[in-house]
């Protein structure tokens, strides 16, 4: 149990268009999902964290208007980087955690963003 | 600021012998520690967890110490296994309100056959 997916697992765009990532919670209903991004040799920064049916609470530092994140139900979430730059190419990890789970988060296998 | 951290980033055990990961923290809020297993390219999973009420959690060959007064905690395997070759992460969790995760730097175990 506690199955999270993520599509693409990898995506090349041209800078300045926009890129959707899905994160889906395959066997649970996921109240929160979290976005983090994860730079070469350095650890999950926590990018936003949104609940189903609300706006999503982003962290310092992290532009809302250029990483667009809906949570439309309880199995879905999406990360859009918009008018992507080349700086934005990392690894962004989605997790999810269920109702009733305080701590306990399950993370999607990643999707690995190229802007070139 | 790192409020969680890994000081080593790499440790090579031999097949069969103990791993030890050790994770420190500062955030005295801090009340759950869970520790993460990631392989390249894919997203961490969640290897076993521990109460801020406890001291010790075991979960077959690994076990997880917590030490409150020196904001330390560590990760136990034993024995190791190849299989068990891939970076670690701690993560730790405020007192509800917030649960955030903060994760540590990671820590690259290798084993030896």
Known sequence: GAVVSQHPSRVICKSGTSVKIECRSLDFQATTMFWYRQFPKQSLMLMATSNEGSKATYEQGVEKDKFLINHASLTLSTLTVTSAHPEDSSFYICSARGAGRLYEQYFGPGTRLTVT | ?113
Not at chain 2, 59 to 69: I, W
Request: proline share 6%.
């Open chain 2, 1 to 113: 600021d790192q409020q969680v951290k890994q000081n080593s980033p790499s440790l090579s055990v031999q097949e069969g012998r103990i791993s030890i990961l050790n994770c420190d923290y500062t955030n005295s809020m801090f009340d759950y520690f869970l520790w993460y297993k990631k392989y390249p390219a894919e997203g961490p999973t969640f290897l076993i967890s521990i109460s801020s009420i406890k001291d010790k959690n075991e979960d077959g060959r690994f076990t997880v110490f917590l030490n409150k007064s020196a904001k330390h905690l560590s990760l136990h395997i034993v024995p190791s296994q190849p299989g068990d070759s891939a970076v670690y992460f701690c993560a730790a969790s405020p007192q509800t309100g917030a649960n955030n995760l903060f994760f540590g730097t990671g820590t690259r175990l290798t084993v030896i056959p």
